[in-house]
């Protein structure tokens, strides 16, 4: 389907609001950046992308190259998950400090056990030179799903101005994120294990790219 007519679908079904001046621009740029994010993540593609700004739903596309890379890269993204849960306790602190150093912390600091009431790395993160956030960072090498307390806990360590984030490499209970979310208390921020994996993959910690080179066949030259 063309990406005016998925456009102008979304509109009429209440699935698209927009007071722009174009909305089928806005409708193909949200769609490419879609596509590019989940490319960086390693993730499934949600919609194939044709020729003449056709789109449809990525499994509705015939099986060939791209199947066989998506099923590479999930089990790579699997393996990964894996690798992350059998890490050693300090390598995996230090993990995640390299990603808060990939996604723009600065003055990340690994606190190595010190008893720092819980929180395992700290980092802080400064926006236009204005706004700085201190991060407290708690992580949880578990197959289990975290409870309610641990956000509890995490909370009652933080400083006045510290923000929180729980890294875990297994889910959140529902308790759990209703305890993150409560209203007039420290922010708690959550990062479950898929969503770890695919910030791992999107900044190349943990793997790497392979591009990959295509031959294809160039006009026939017939002897003259």
Known sequence: MHYRQLTERALAVGMLSTKGLTPHQTMYSQLITEMAR???RGEDQRFARY????FGLARWAKPGLEGQI???NREVRRRLH?????????AFESLIGELLDALGF????????SGDGGIDVRAVLVVGDVIRTEMAVQVKRWKAN??????????????AHDRGLIVTTGEFSPGARAEAARPNAAPVALMN???????????????????QELLELTESRDAS
Not at 51 to 54: K, T
């Open 82 to 90: 894996e690798r992350l849960r059998s890490m050693d306790p300090t």
């Open 146 to 159: 975290v409870q309610a307390p641990v956000v509890q806990g995490v909370r009652g360590s933080l400083g």
């Open 38 to 40: 989940r490319t960086r």
């Open 51 to 54: 020729p003449e700004g056709l």
């Open 70 to 72: 998506a099923r590479h």
């Open 106 to 113: 600065t003055d990340v600091i690994v606190t190595r056990r």
């Open 193 to 211: 294990g898929e969503e770890l994996v695919a910030l791992l993959v999107e900044h190349e910690i943990g793997v790497r790219r392979a591009p």
